[in-house]
């Protein structure tokens, strides 16, 4: 596998490194002493897994309050995805800056996410699954989020199809993100 880093310290491009022969393909998708040689956090607490029905679901922006953080390294099984990586943490040099990346079934990318960021996706194509391993236990009480449209960060979201977002309520009253 290969790590490739992103604009936001700790939030890295994991890309496949695939044998293939006539049976299809293999690959590693997570290393802990690979990720570990570059400085990320490679503890496995848990391991979640989201099935969306739809094109153009959004889900975020979601992270976990200290000292409940958390890190992530998200995946799409099935489907395509425009995901999206916001730094919270105080301090950093890129504080509220995001990056995204489309991760999909066939590119076979990953991106993880450092603790102390907020995550969040939106579907690109019907039937999608997306896998998550995460550094901490979910924790309710520590769970919160940002508003997927704060002004704060302006991520450029794709047009949904029919210009339709599907999202919970949760996801869509959370409140900007205050420092």
């Excluded at 390294?73 to 489907?79: D, H, Y």
């Excluded at 769970?143 to 449209?149: C, F, K, L, Q």
């Amino acid at each position: 596998m290969i790590i490739n880093p992103t604009a936001l310290q700790g939030v890295m491009i994991v890309e496949l490194e695939p044998s293939l022969d006539a049976r299809g393909s293999w690959a590693r998708v997570f290393d802990a002493d690979v990720f570990a040689a570059h400085g990320l956090d490679a503890r496995v607490a848990q391991c979640s897994t989201s099935v969306n029905r739809r094109a153009g679901t959004l889900r975020g922006l979601h992270y976990q309050t200290a000292p409940y953080g958390e890190g992530k390294l998200v995946r799409c099984a099935r489907g395509r995805i425009f995901d999206v990586a916001v730094d919270l943490r105080a301090g950093s040099p890129t504080h509220k800056r995001w990056v995204s990346v489309e991760l999909s079934a066939s590119n076979g990318l990953s991106l993880f996410i450092a603790e102390g960021c907020a995550h969040g996706f939106q579907t690109l194509e019907d039937n999608t699954e997306v896998h998550y391993q995460m550094t901490s236990a979910f924790v309710p009480e520590a769970y919160t989020g940002a508003r997927w449209n704060d002004r704060a960060f302006a991520i450029e979201w794709p047009e949904p199809p029919g210009g339709e977002r599907i999202m919970s309520e949760r996801d869509r009253n959370f409140h900007d993100y205050v420092t």
